[in-house]
């Protein structure tokens, strides 16, 4: 099983600032990683897939790079709704895994 | 617009069984692959089982494996999870989601979620 570890637990950032998200796998994933923010009470919202593309209705400052074992979640300028919890995922090996999350605060 | 209802979820005794269904629509069902994803409440995400657009293939997480079952009725857009021999730790929310592609790996549509609770 491919394990993801995320980073920080927590980032505590104020509107108008840059994020900088990580996410480590324990292992290659190819390009198979995603992203989601959830909110809560909320079912999470895909954000990128496969590294680096943009869902449907993403707004452009959300980007994501990487490859091989190591990605970023950044959001360049953070509006007030951006604050959430985002979580990685991968797929290898017909097996799915998430990362445990990092709190934008 | 694409929908995705869960069902099914409730209070079980550890031993026990539920099935969750989950209505969709909005999109050509047989053309998506599916999953089940849980959260454990204030916890993190963690994926349960995913099945192929046509219901050949599904894979399941170790700790469900033998345990859990998942099906699709592509006539009836329902998407189901048989879940036997149920113990404590899979209390939580469950999400059915629809896949980007026929496994594409990331889910572009989630469910709003149904709760099951596993204690005596």
């Known amino acids: 099983e491919t394990v993801l570890t995320q980073s920080p637990a927590t980032l505590s950032l104020s509107p108008g600032e840059r994020a900088t998200l990580s996410c480590r796998a324990s292992q290659s994933v190819g390009t198979y990683l995603a992203w989601y923010q959830q909110k809560p009470g909320q079912a999470p919202r895909l954000l990128i897939y496969?590294?680096?593309n943009r869902a449907a209705g993403i707004p452009a400052r959300f980007s994501g790079s990487g490859s091989v074992t190591d990605f970023t979640l950044t959001i360049s300028s953070l509006e007030p709704e951006d604050f959430a919890v985002y979580y990685c995922q991968q797929r290898t090996n017909w097996s799915w895994s998430f990362g445990q999350g990092t709190r934008v605060e | 617009d694409v929908q995705l209802v869960e069902s099914g979820g409730g209070l079980v005794q550890p031993g026990g069984s539920l099935r969750l269904s989950c209505v969709v629509s909005?999109?050509?069902?047989?053309?998506?692959?599916m999953g089940w994803v849980r959260q454990t409440p204030g916890k993190g995400l963690e994926w349960v089982s995913s099945i192929s657009g046509n219901g050949v293939h599904a894979f399941y997480a170790d700790s469900v494996r033998g345990r859990f079952t998942i099906s699709r009725d592509t006539p009836n857009n329902i998407l189901s999870l048989q879940m036997n021999n149920l113990r404590a730790e899979d209390t939580a929310i469950y999400y059915c989601?629809?896949?980007?592609?026929?496994?594409?790996?990331?889910?572009?549509?989630w469910g709003q979620g149904i709760l099951v609770t596993v204690s005596s």
């Open positions: 989601a629809k896949d980007r592609l026929d496994f594409g790996a990331s889910w572009t549509h």
């Open positions: 909005g999109f050509t069902f047989r053309t998506y692959a």
């Open positions: 496969d590294t680096s």
